[in-house]
C-alpha cells in the first residue's frame, strides 16, 4: 500500500512541473525584456506633482523668447526619448535659429490647463517671460477627467463659459475652485499679455484614432473650444489639431503607426519632428508670424499651412 504524500509535497511537485511547462509554452513570459514592452499611456513619463524635472531658464535673456507651455505631448517626462517618447517640443528647438531667439520649452507631462496652474508652474514660467517674447499654449489632452479623484485631480469643466464647482483637491490638499477649459485658456492670456508677451493658442494634437479611414478631430471639443477663446480674446490660434490629422489622413494608417510611441497618444521621435513641422507650418499662416524672423534654414523650408 502507498503511503500517502502530504499536501505540501504534492504542491511542490505540481509546481516543479508546471513552472518548465510554461516557460516552455510561453517563451520569454517570465524573463520579458521590459524596454520592449510599451508603457501605458503616460503612466510611466508624467512627472509627479511639483516634481523638479530640470526647467531651466531661457538661455539668453537679452534674447526674445518662445516659451511652450502643455502637457506631455508637447515635452514628455524629462524630455529624454524615455519609453520612446517624444513631445513636439524637443525638436521644434531645432527649426528656430537659437542665436537670435530662445526656445524655451516648459511643458509638463501629465498637466492640464487647470494644475499647472495649481502647482505654479504657470507662475514660475511667467516669472521669466518679458515684453515681446511669445507663448504658445496647447492643453486640452489632460483636462477631460475627473476634478477631485486621488489619483490625477485635474480635471476642467466643459465649455469656456463661466460655470464653477468646489472641490477638495486630494493631491494638493487645498479646496479648490474648479473652472472651466476655456475659462483657464482666458486666465493664461490676459496674464501673458499683462507681462507684456504674444500668446498663441493652439489645438491639442489628434491622438491615433481612426474613423472610416479619417483621424477623429476634436473640433467639437477642445479644439473647438480652443479656436472660440482666440476669437473672443483676440489672439492667434492654431488649429494644430487639424493640421496633423490631414498629415495622418494622407499618410495613412500603416505609416502613420510608427509615429507613435504608445497605443494612441504620445508620439515617437519622427511622430514629434512631423509634428514640430505642422507647428511652424501654423505660425507662418498666421497674418502676422511672430516669430517670422527666427527660424533656422530648417525652418525657412516648412511650407506655410494652407486650408
Known sequence: MLKQLSPRIVLSTILSLAVPLLVITVPGLLAQDPAKSLPMEGATTDPAAHAKIGLRPPADPKLPTLFLVGDSTVRNGHADGAGGQWGWGEPLVGLFDTSKINVDNRAIGGRSSRSYIM????????????????????WGHNDDGPLDDLARARGTLHGTGDET?????PILKIHETVHTYGWYLRKYIEDAKAKGAVPIICSPIPRKTWKDGKIVRNAATYGGWARQVADQEHVSFIDLNEIIARKYDALGEAAVEPLFGDPHTHTS?????????????????LPADPVAAYFSPKGKAVAPYVE
Open 119 to 138: 502647482e505654479n508652474q504657470w507662475a514660475e514660467t511667467l516669472a521669466f517671460v518679458k515684453t515681446g517674447d511669445i507663448i504658445l499654449l496647447q
Open 165 to 169: 464647482k468646489e472641490v477638495d483637491n
Open 269 to 285: 521621435r519622427a511622430g514629434a519632428e512631423l509634428n514640430a513641422e505642422c507647428v511652424v507650418a501654423g505660425l507662418k499662416a
